[in-house]
C-alpha cells in the first residue's frame, strides 16, 4: 500500500469485490439516479489476464474505495477505465490513477518493444470529473456506446430473420465455434477496442459462461451471419456485445440479434436488460430500439490519449 496524502493506493485485489460493485453503483446512481453495476460485471473485469499488475484503487478514511483504475492489452492497444467519485478527493484521485495507468503504459512500451495506443472507455455521460482530468494529461474524446435499460416484461417483440435464416447457441467447447465467435468480434462495426487474441478471447467467454453467460450465433443458410453475447444473474440480464458479419450488414441482422438475445434472456427469467449496443454511433444503436421497451438511456464515451 502507498500512501498520498489522505489517500491510499491498494490493490483492488487486496480489497473485497462487493467495495467495488458499491463504488460502481455509488457513481451510477450520482450521475443518472440508478445503479446497474452488478457483482458479476466486477469479475468479469478482474478475470482479465495480467489484471492484478495492471489495476489500482484508492481507499480514503475508513478504508472506504473512492477511485478504481485498470488497464487491459488489446492487440496494439492498451485500453483502460477509470472512475472516481466527486467530493474533496475526487481529481486528486483520479490524476493519481490514471498516472499510474500512464506509468504502467510506458512500461509495458519498453518491455514489450512495440507501441501502444491508449484508450480510456466506458465513461458515463455526465461524468464532469474524469473527462477533465483526461483532458489535462491530452486525452481526446472518441467513439460514444449507447446502453439501454429493457423491461423484459413487456410484450416480446417477434423475431423477423431473413431467408435461410436460423438461431442457435454457441457450444464454446468446440474450437470451430470459438473461431467463428471471435472472427465476428473481430470485424464487428465499432471503433472500440477488440480481443485480438483468441485464446484471450476463449477464455473470456469461458469465463462468462461460468457466471451466467451464453453466446447466440444467427446463421443464414449455415453461414454465421452474427452473434450475441448474454450474461444473467438472478432478475438481470445483460447484451455484452452484438456483432453481424460484413456480408450481411443491412439485411436486419442486428436488430434480429437483440430480439434473440433478450429472448434468451428472458427464458432464463430475467425481467430486466440492459443492452450495450457498440455501432462506434450512438445515433445508429438508437435506431434498433424505439420497438423495445426501453426505461432509459445513457451514453459511455472512449477517450484517446493525442498522439498515439
Same mark, same amino acid.
Given at each position: 500500500m502507498?500512501?498520498?496524502?489522505?489517500?491510499?493506493?491498494r490493490?483492488p485485489?487486496?480489497?473485497?469485490?462487493?467495495?467495488?460493485?458499491?463504488?460502481?453503483?455509488?457513481?451510477?446512481?450520482?450521475?443518472?439516479?440508478?445503479?446497474?453495476?452488478?457483482?458479476?460485471?466486477?469479475?468479469?473485469?478482474?478475470?482479465?489476464?495480467?489484471y492484478?499488475?495492471?489495476s489500482?484503487?484508492?481507499? #480514503?478514511?475508513?478504508?472506504?474505495?473512492?477511485?478504481?483504475?485498470a =488497464?487491459?492489452? !488489446?492487440? $496494439? &492497444? +492498451?485500453? /483502460?477505465?477509470?472512475?472516481?467519485?466527486p467530493?474533496r478527493? #475526487?481529481t486528486s484521485?483520479?490524476?493519481?490513477l490514471?498516472?499510474? =495507468?500512464?506509468? !504502467?503504459a $510506458? &512500461? +509495458?512500451? /519498453?518491455?514489450?518493444?512495440?507501441?501502444?495506443?491508449?484508450?480510456?472507455?466506458?465513461v458515463?455521460?455526465?461524468?464532469?470529473?474524469?473527462p477533465?482530468?483526461?483532458?489535462?494529461?491530452?486525452?481526446?474524446?472518441?467513439?460514444?456506446?449507447?446502453?439501454?435499460?429493457?423491461d423484459l416484461?413487456a410484450?416480446?417483440?417477434?423475431?423477423?430473420?431473413p431467408?435461410?435464416?436460423?438461431v442457435?447457441?454457441?457450444?464454446?467447447?468446440d474450437?470451430?465455434?470459438?473461431?467463428?465467435?471471435?472472427?465476428?468480434?473481430?470485424?464487428?462495426?465499432i471503433?472500440?477496442?477488440?480481443?485480438?487474441?483468441?485464446?484471450?478471447?476463449?477464455?473470456?467467454?469461458?469465463?462468462?459462461?461460468?457466471?451466467?453467460g451464453k453466446?447466440?450465433?444467427?446463421?443464414?443458410?449455415?453461414?454465421?451471419?452474427?452473434?450475441?453475447?448474454?450474461?444473467v444473474?438472478g432478475?438481470?440480464?445483460?447484451?455484452?456485445e452484438?456483432?453481424?458479419?460484413?456480408?450481411?450488414?443491412?439485411?436486419?441482422?442486428?436488430?434480429?440479434l437483440?430480439?434473440?438475445?433478450?429472448a434468451?434472456?428472458r427464458?432464463?427469467?430475467?425481467?430486466?436488460?440492459?443492452?450495450?449496443?457498440?455501432?462506434?454511433?450512438?445515433?445508429?444503436?438508437?435506431?434498433?430500439?424505439?420497438?423495445?421497451?426501453?426505461?432509459?438511456?445513457r451514453?459511455?464515451?472512449?477517450f484517446r490519449?493525442?498522439?498515439?
Amino acid at each position: 500500500m502507498t500512501p498520498h496524502g489522505q489517500l491510499t493506493v491498494r490493490r483492488p485485489t487486496d480489497v473485497p469485490p462487493d467495495s467495488l460493485v458499491h463504488l460502481m453503483r455509488t457513481h451510477e446512481k450520482n450521475l443518472t439516479g440508478a445503479a446497474t453495476y452488478t457483482r458479476e460485471d466486477v469479475l468479469r473485469t478482474i478475470g482479465h489476464p495480467g489484471y492484478e499488475e495492471n489495476s489500482w484503487c484508492l481507499t #480514503g478514511p475508513g478504508d472506504e474505495v473512492i477511485a478504481w483504475a485498470a =488497464l487491459t492489452p !488489446r492487440g $496494439d &492497444e +492498451l485500453d /483502460a477505465v477509470l472512475t472516481a467519485l466527486p467530493g474533496r478527493h #475526487g481529481t486528486s484521485a483520479a490524476r493519481t490513477l490514471l498516472c499510474l =495507468l500512464l506509468d !504502467r503504459a $510506458d &512500461e +509495458l512500451t /519498453a518491455e514489450d518493444g512495440r507501441p501502444y495506443s491508449v484508450t480510456v472507455g466506458d465513461v458515463l455521460h455526465g461524468d464532469e470529473l474524469v473527462p477533465a482530468v483526461l483532458k489535462e494529461a491530452g486525452f481526446v474524446r472518441g467513439a460514444t456506446t449507447g446502453q439501454y435499460d429493457i423491461d423484459l416484461t413487456a410484450d416480446a417483440l417477434p423475431m423477423v430473420l431473413p431467408d435461410g435464416g436460423s438461431v442457435r447457441a454457441a457450444d464454446l467447447d468446440d474450437p470451430g465455434a470459438l473461431a467463428a465467435l471471435h472472427t465476428l468480434h473481430l470485424r464487428r462495426a465499432i471503433r472500440g477496442p477488440r480481443t485480438e487474441d483468441a485464446a484471450l478471447f476463449g477464455a473470456a467467454l469461458h469465463r462468462s459462461r461460468d457466471n451466467g453467460g451464453k453466446a447466440l450465433f444467427l446463421e443464414v443458410s449455415e453461414r454465421p451471419a452474427g452473434h450475441v453475447l448474454t450474461q444473467v444473474a438472478g432478475s438481470e440480464g445483460r447484451v455484452l456485445e452484438a456483432a453481424v458479419a460484413p456480408a450481411f450488414r443491412g439485411l436486419g441482422i442486428g436488430l434480429a440479434l437483440l430480439t434473440a438475445g433478450l429472448a434468451e434472456l428472458r427464458a432464463r427469467g430475467a425481467v430486466r436488460a440492459l443492452a450495450t449496443l457498440e455501432t462506434g454511433d450512438v445515433q445508429g444503436a438508437e435506431a434498433l430500439v424505439p420497438v423495445f421497451a426501453v426505461t432509459a438511456t445513457r451514453a459511455l464515451t472512449r477517450f484517446r490519449l493525442s498522439g498515439t
